[in-house]
């Protein structure tokens, strides 16, 4: 396996850890519940530190504006 193909697996494994209803996107609600529910995250920050921290990095990762984080924006 090249570098780009690891690349891509391993966004897609992401991807896949992220989107709860399976429709291939990240929405800003499925990435608040991801980071409210990590047990590891839950035991280093507070409920509206994990909230802020899903916020930004939504906003950040959402390159297009379209309210999703796709596959080719975790690349």
Do not use: V
Not at 21 to 45: A, M, P, V, W
């Amino acid at each position: 396996m090249n570098n780009q193909e690891r690349i891509i697996e391993l966004a897609n494994e992401r991807l896949k850890a992220r989107d709860q209803n399976g429709d291939g996107k990240i929405s800003k609600q499925e990435l608040k519940t991801f980071y409210t529910t990590d047990h590891e995250l839950r035991e280093h920050f507070s409920n509206p530190d994990l909230i802020a921290m899903a916020e930004y990095y939504f906003h950040k990762l959402d390159q297009n504006n379209d309210g999703f984080i796709s596959l080719k924006e975790l690349m």
